[in-house]
C-alpha cells in the first residue's frame, strides 16, 4: 500500500455537513464562515480569525496588516515554503533571512538580535516558522524585539493544534497565520486564516481579503447611498473562503484534538524505533510540538539513495524544504549563494519528510522504519 507523507481524513460526519450546505441558500459569503471564523478563534483564545483562501494569501493578508510595502521589510527564516516571504514580496516589501537555530530547527533569536542591531531601518515584522509544527520560541523573539515598533507574526500553517506551555499556538503572537492544506491538521481543501487579538489588525484583513470593500456603514468614508451602498477603500484581493470549504473545516475541528494527539502517538513511536540507528538524526521533540512532518535527518551522501528506495518501496517521502534564499528567483533578486545560511542548508542537505498523518496505523510506522534500516543497510 502506498504512504503518502501526508493526507487528509474525510469522514461521512465531514460529508454531511457539505451536504447541507450544498442544499442551502449560501455556497459562498454566507454564515459558515463567520462559524468557522469563530470557531478556531476561540480554540485559540483569541477574539478574532480571519478566513482566507489558502495559506498563502492568509500570509500575504498578515504582510499588508502589518504595513509592509515599498521600503519595508520583514525578517524571517529560510527554511519553510516559498509563501512565507513571497507573501513580503506580494505586498511590495523586501525579505531578509535569518539562519535557523540547530536545535528547534526555527529562526534563532541570536539570528534576530544580530540582523537587528545592525540595521538602520527596521523591519515592520518578525516572521518565525513553527517548522513541521515545532512551536517556534515567541518568548525569545518577543524579548529580542523589546520595545521597538516591530510586529511578531507567527506562520504557524505546521502548527495548528500545537501549544507552548498549554497555551494553544494562535494566542501570543501579533498575527497567527494557519493553513487548511489536506496534508495538514485539519482541511477545508484549500484554506487558510489569520489569527489576532487585535480589532484593528482584524478590520484590515478582512477589507484586504474582499477586494479592499466594505459594506459596514459605520466605517463609510462618504454619505451612503441606500442599503445597496458598499464601498471600496483600498486596494484588496478576492482572497475569500466558501460556505462549501468552512462547512468542512467545522466538522474536522470536531477532531482537531484527537487528530494532534495520534499526530504525537506516531512520532513518539518513530523516535523510539530509531533508537539505536546511529546513522539517524530524529527531529527536535517538544511537549507543545504538532508534529505536521517527521523530518528525518541521515548524512547528505546517502539521503537521495535513501530517498529513492523508499519510494521504490511505496513509502511517499518527501523533502521539506529547499532554504527560501537557494530558489533561482532569490538568489537572482537579492545575490544569495550557497553558504549563506549554512546551518538551514546543512539540515536541508540531509532532510527527509517520512509519512505521517492521524489514519497511519503502528504497522505502518514500524514498515517505515524498517524499510529505512533495509534502505541505510544497501548504502553502506
Known amino acids: ?25 449560501w455556497l459562498t459569503q454566507g454564515p459558515k464562515v463567520a462559524e468557522f471564523e469563530a470557531l478556531v478563534a476561540a480554540y485559540a483564545g483569541v477574539p478574532h480569525g480571519v478566513a482566507f483562501s489558502n495559506g498563502t494569501a492568509a500570509l500575504h493578508g498578515a504582510m499588508h496588516a502589518a504595513g509592509v510595502g515599498a521600503g519595508e521589510w520583514i525578517l524571517t527564516s529560510p527554511l519553510t515554503f516559498a509563501s512565507t516571504a513571497n507573501g513580503a514580496l506580494f505586498a511590495g516589501g523586501d525579505v531578509v533571512f535569518g539562519d535557523i537555530h540547530p536545535e528547534t530547527l526555527c529562526l534563532d533569536p541570536e ?32 524579548k529580542v524585539i523589546g520595545s521597538r515598533d516591530i510586529l511578531l507574526i507567527e506562520d504557524a500553517c505546521h502548527a495548528l493544534g500545537g501549544d507552548r506551555g498549554g497555551r494553544k499556538i494562535g494566542f501570543e503572537a501579533d498575527m497567527t497565520v494557519l493553513s487548511f492544506h489536506p496534508v495538514k491538521h485539519i482541511t477545508t481543501g484549500e484554506g487558510g486564516m489569520v489569527l489576532t487579538r487585535s480589532e484593528e489588525l482584524a478590520k484590515s484583513l478582512r477589507l484586504f481579503r474582499t477586494h479592499g470593500i466594505t459594506k459596514e ?32 473545516g467545522i466538522s474536522q475541528m470536531q477532531r482537531l484534538d484527537s487528530f494532534v494527539q495520534r499526530r504525537r502517538e506516531i512520532a513518539e513511536l518513530y523516535q ?23 523530518t528525518l535527518w541521515v548524512t547528505p551522501e546517502k539521503r537521495l539513495g535513501l ?16 532554504p527560501v534564499h537557494l530558489h533561482p528567483y532569490y538568489r537572482k533578486r537579492y545575490g544569495h549563494e550557497e553558504g549563506d545560511f549554512p546551518r538551514a542548508e546543512r539540515f536541508y542537505g540531509g532532510e527527509i519528510s517520512l509519512p505521517m498523518f492521524p489514519r497511519m496505523t503502528d504497522e505502518d510506522v514500524r514498515r517505515v522504519v524498517e524499510e529505512v534500516r533495509h534502505g541505510l543497510r544497501g548504502l553502506i
Open 307 to 322: 530517498f529513492e528506495y523508499l519510494r521504490s518501496k511505496e513509502i511517499g517521502v518527501q523533502v521539506h524544504y529547499l
Open 111 to 142: 539570528e534576530v538580535q544580530a540582523v537587528l542591531e545592525k540595521v538602520e531601518k527596521l523591519p515592520r515584522a518578525v516572521v518565525p516558522v513553527s517548522y513541521a509544527g515545532y512551536p517556534a520560541p515567541l518568548e525569545a523573539y518577543r
Open 217 to 248: 456603514e459605520a466605517d463609510f468614508l462618504y454619505p451612503s447611498h441606500g442599503p445597496w451602498y458598499y464601498e471600496m477603500q483600498e486596494l484588496g484581493w478576492n482572497y475569500r473562503l466558501t460556505d462549501m470549504q468552512c462547512a468542512l
Open 272 to 294: 523510539g524505533l530509531f533508537l539505536d540507528m546511529e546513522e539517524v538524526f530524529c527531529p527536535p521533540s517538544s511537549e507543545g510540538h504538532a508534529w505536521h512532518l517527521y
Open 1 to 25: 500500500m502506498f504512504l503518502p507523507y501526508g493526507r487528509q481524513w474525510i469522514t461521512p460526519e465531514d460529508r454531511q455537513e457539505i451536504d447541507a450546505v450544498l442544499s442551502g441558500d
